[in-house]
T-cell receptor, first 115, second 115 residues
């Protein structure tokens, strides 16, 4: 069965510092992978997605993620944090074969940005 | 292009009352998902439909919860009778399982408070 682990339920960085949110997946074959962001009192919004076309995926708001098969990881990064990046971030996975589109979500990482 | 539409956005009701949450998926999407989010349990998948047929309802908490999808453009989640522990934000999401990687698009959520 597939699973997703996000290391760290809370991450705090200073404004301008590097953001690194960790995600590891468990799957027998490389799946499709996603990062979602949830701002306070809003629904989840797709940040970026990995579809095997390229290992380095660029998303919205300056975020990117790198797929590393050897490490079964899909960590999210942003070179310079902004106050507006404060939100909860979810990593999600789905197998490449169709299962009705169900996604397996990680537990989420809350990102705080200090001035 | 309209996203996923949910109504109402906020619902306050008394214990024992029936509550109906509504969702209109993105046009052309053939899978629909109902989630519940609380501080204690995080994001939970309650049930999902593919081509209007319920595929997996193992996340539905108990018989007080029921969901229907009478057509491709409308779904309801009903709680009868409601209890204070049902207080949560309920999200609806949709995806197109004919188009990999099957990313889901979320609605803004319904914040339910049961007193």
């Amino acid at each position: 069965a597939q699973s997703v682990t996000q290391l760290g339920s809370h991450v705090s960085v200073s404004e301008g510092a590097l953001v690194l949110l960790r995600c590891n997946y468990s799957s027998s074959v490389p799946p499709y992978l996603f990062w979602y962001v949830q701002y306070p009192n809003q629904g989840l919004q797709l940040l970026l997605k990995y579809t095997s076309a390229a290992t380095l995926v660029k998303g919205i708001n300056g975020f990117e993620a790198e797929f590393k098969k050897s490490e079964t990881s899909f960590h999210l990064t942003k070179p310079s944090a902004h106050m507006s990046d404060a939100a909860e971030y979810f990593c999600a996975v789905t197998p490449v074969y169709n299962q009705g589109g169900k996604l397996i979500f990680g537990q989420g990482t809350e990102l705080s940005v200090k001035p | 292009d309209a996203g996923v539409i949910q109504s109402p956005r906020h619902e306050v009701t008394e214990m024992g009352q029936e509550v109906t949450l509504r969702c209109k998926p993105i046009s052309g999407h053939n899978s629909l998902f109902w989630y519940r989010q609380t501080m204690m349990r995080g994001l939970e998948l309650l049930i999902y439909f593919n081509n209007n047929v319920p595929i997996d309802d193992s996340g539905m908490p108990e018989d007080r919860f029921s969901a229907k999808m009478p057509n491709a453009s409308f779904s309801t989640l009903k709680i009868q009778p409601s209890e204070p522990r049902d207080s949560a934000v309920y999200f609806c999401a949709s995806s197109n399982t004919g188009a990999p990687p099957y990313e889901q698009y979320f609605g803004p959520g319904t914040r339910l408070t049961v007193t």
